[in-house]
Antibody
């Protein structure tokens, strides 16, 4: 059974840092691109970042570029999101998601349960 | 970035109704369009990928259509468990933008 379990969320002051983790199991983690998606309270889904299967290629939303870093440890089957210089607008539930591509079309086939990040003084 | 616009933002419907949600992309995305369902407090769940392919395990009352810039999610014979929020998402280019969501509520 595929499982994605996020952790590391919590309350942090503006300007602070936090590292989220996403522990993967039930599949060959090193074969899949992975993404982070966030959802502010009562709002919609927003794509944040992605990383390729070996960690050599990353992409970020403009809103987090230069502040967030995505990485992975394929030996530990874990995805990370390092969040620095946090702002109030970063307050959200953060989901990790496994990408799957079929016939050229890609989609988020599995999602974690999410971890809440609250940025407030 | 490609903007995804869903309509309506919310709708009220009854069990057994046929419901249609539309999603429009700001530029052509071929058939690189996915639909997700999200219930309160839960992670999103993939319903439809590549505009019209039903994800394994998803009931056949869900269907998707469209290509280019205009897409539709249809729920035929609405069931109590279908009351939720629905999001479209393009996978044509990064960033993989989502629509703002459509909340399906009980009439």
């Amino acid at each position: 059974e595929v499982q994605l379990v996020e952790s590391g969320g919590g309350l942090v002051q503006p300007g602070g840092s936090l590292r989220l983790s996403c522990a993967a199991s039930g599949f060959t983690f090193s074969s899949y691109w992975m993404h982070w998606v966030r959802q502010a309270p009562g709002k919609g889904l927003v794509w944040v970042s992605r990383i390729n299967s070996d960690g050599s290629t990353t992409s970020f939303a403009d809103s987090v570029k230069g502040r967030f870093t995505i990485s992975r440890d394929n030996a530990k089957n874990t995805l990370y999101l390092q969040m620095n210089s946090l702002r109030g607008e970063d307050t959200a539930v953060y989901y990790c998601a496994r990408d799957r591509c079929s016939g050229g079309s890609c989609y988020f086939e599995y999602w974690g349960q999410g971890t809440l990040v609250t940025v407030s003084s | 970035d490609i903007q995804m616009t869903q309509s309506p933002s919310s709708l009220s419907a009854s069990v057994g109704d046929r419901v249609t949600i539309t999603c429009r992309a700001s530029q052509s995305i071929s058939s690189y369009l996915n639909w997700y369902q999200q219930k309160p407090g839960k992670a999103p769940n993939l319903l439809i990928y590549a505009a019209s392919s039903l994800q394994s395990g998803v009931p056949s009352r869900f269907s998707g259509s469209g290509s280019g810039t205009d897409f539709t999610l249809t729920i035929s014979n609405l069931q109590p468990e279908d009351f939720a929020a629905y999001y479209c998402q393009q996978s044509f280019i990064i960033p993989r933008t989502f629509g703002q969501g459509t909340k399906v509520q009980i009439k």
